[in-house]
């Protein structure tokens, strides 16, 4: 089965590489491993030793001061190399270590004031010949490491201990000393340090993620732009915030949302579109059945004991109706229904966001588990169920877009009216092209993943599910640059799955 499915595989996966190369192409931007970044970091700092004539310890204590750009390191160098050397403390060589005789066999650490055998001893650095034992020395390091990542200082710049000395530490002592976890921290500080200095530079913020995104570089404006990439991770975020990935809707919208969450707004919008106001004590009471069909009734607590009841010719109610028909509620019901408006789209984004939630789980599953179990029920090779990741991926993206869409529909519906029921439209058919996509995965997997499962079955969803993924790429790319450009031009061009 395996040999017969090869050439059906090559043709799929080239292009679906071909389709990752014209996204990269368009985007411009490319991912970097920590192998990567750590790469580049060693050519720089060879050539600066190299052409300063320095050692890879004093090129890479230089290249963090001048924020690891060549060209100033060396132009300073050249310029005023004992300037340079004095405010990056590599100071000119000493004879030997400082109160350390040749013959002796104990020495007194400069920390802990104690005598300790002489094998014991570190010198801090060449330079200055201040030593101190190797307990005092580790401490000194890993305390100064497990402070954290501090810009412009921290274990990137550690100094000699000795009061008023300056001298640089070297990275050479530091990992000598180090224990495995802190010399660890220190390297990625050192990779963090690199990337910050690079505007094109961002690393991931998915935690325990150490890749990089690189960005190409035209120019200011594009580098300060709102502009969603993706990670090897599987992870999208947004470039100028670092948030998730939020497009069709810019950095600041973003931002007044979460201002707006995190506040009793959303309370208050809950209030005016679930409740309405007691005619006699005018104290907000919560509707039990459905408010805009009619069929309610509410009560309010005591002293009031105001009924209010749908059919029911009470005091209250009569009180209500009159003041209903002279019209001294209808702002008030004006009020509630956008509120209510407002509380539905809040409701569709939250419900998004917990499937957005759900679908990353399955996607770990899939690529944790699933393949392998496709692997040995079908008998072929893991990467050749990769077009079910494929799809997996696409349903995330579907499902963020979905989200941060009904987001944009949160604010349209509030300024935009005359395009609110064009969006909607819109947003209900990416809802049902996003539904046939997943419906056809859990569905082809379902099968696929039984042991009776047919090379027919097989292969038909291997046909379907690949092409069925693309038209949704296409759908909900067409949909977010909709969206960013405005909705109004796909009047007349909305396009669903059905008729492609």
């Known amino acids: 089965m395996a040999e017969c499915e090869n050439d059906y595989y090559d043709s799929y996966y080239s292009e679906r590489l071909d389709h990752d190369h014209a996204n990269k192409k368009k985007n411009k931007f490319i991912i970097l491993t920590e192998e990567d970044v750590g790469s580049r970091m060693d050519d720089d700092i060879l050539q600066v030793s190299s052409v300063l004539s320095v050692s890879r310890e004093a090129a890479t ?32 060589e000493k004879p030997g270590p400082m109160d350390v005789e040749d013959g002796d066999e104990e020495f007194v650490c400069r920390i802990c004031w104690k005598e300790h055998p002489i094998a014991l001893v570190v010198v801090a650095s060449a330079a200055c010949g201040h030593v101190f034992c190797k307990n005092c020395w580790k401490e000194f390091i890993s305390k100064s490491i497990n402070e954290g990542y501090v810009k412009d200082g921290g274990c990137l710049m550690l100094r000699c201990p000795q009061d008023s000395c ?42 325990g993620c150490n890749c990089a995104v690189e960005l190409d570089n035209r120019g200011p404006d594009r580098l300060s732009k709102n502009f969603d990439v993706s990670c090897n991770c599987m992870y999208g975020f947004c470039w100028n915030c670092l948030g998730e990935a939020h497009s069709p809707v810019d950095c600041e919208t973003v931002a007044l949302w979460a201002v707006k969450n995190s506040s009793d707004l959303e309370t208050e919008n809950w209030l005016l579109a679930n409740t309405k106001p007691c005619p ?29 009841r749908n059919g029911e010719e009470t005091l209250a109610c009569n009180t209500y109706e009159k003041a209903k028909n002279e019209g001294v509620y209808d702002e008030v019901e004006k009020t509630r229904r956008r509120a209510k408006a407002s509380w539905d789209y809040f409701e569709r984004w939250y419900n998004n966001h917990l499937s957005l939630e759900r679908a990353f789980l399955d996607l770990h599953l899939m690529k944790n588990q699933n393949l392998e179990m496709l692997s040995k029920i079908h008998g072929l090779e893991a990467t050749q169920f990769w077009f079910i990741v494929d799809a997996w991926v696409q349903i995330v993206e579907c499902t963020r877009v979905l989200k941060w869409a009904s987001f944009y529909g949160y604010y349209l519906q509030q300024y935009e009216h005359k395009k609110k029921e064009l969006f909607d439209y819109l947003l209900s058919e990416a809802e049902g092209v996003y539904e046939i996509l997943h419906q056809c995965a859990n569905k082809g997997l379902s099968k696929c993943l039984e042991a009776e499962c047919s090379l027919d079955t097989f292969l038909d969803f291997r046909t379907k599910l690949p092409a069925l993924t693309r038209v949704t790429r296409k759908y909900f790319a067409d949909l977010v640059t909709a969206l960013e450009n405005g909705i109004a031009e796909l009047a007349s061009s909305s396009h669903t799955i059905k008729q492609k």
Do not use: H
């Not at 963090?64 to 050397?85: I, K, L, P, S």
């Not at 495995?180 to 991931?204: M, P």
């Open 280 to 308: 006699k004590c005018q104290r907000r009471i919560e509707n039990v059945g459905d408010i805009d069909n009619g069929d309610w009734y509410m009560t309010c607590a005591p002293p009031c004991g105001c009924d209010l």
């Open 166 to 207: 300056g001298a640089a530490v070297g990275g050479n002592i530091i990992r000598s000393l180090a224990s495995d976890g802190d010399k660890n921290k220190y390297d990625k500080f050192l990779a963090r340090s690199y990337v910050e200095s690079r505007a094109n530079l961002k690393l991931c913020p998915t935690p």
């Open 61 to 92: 204590i230089l290249l963090y001061r001048y924020n690891w750009d060549v060209t100033d390191v060396v132009q300073e160098w050249f310029e005023n190399q004992e300037g340079v050397r004095s405010a990056s403390g590599l100071f000119r």
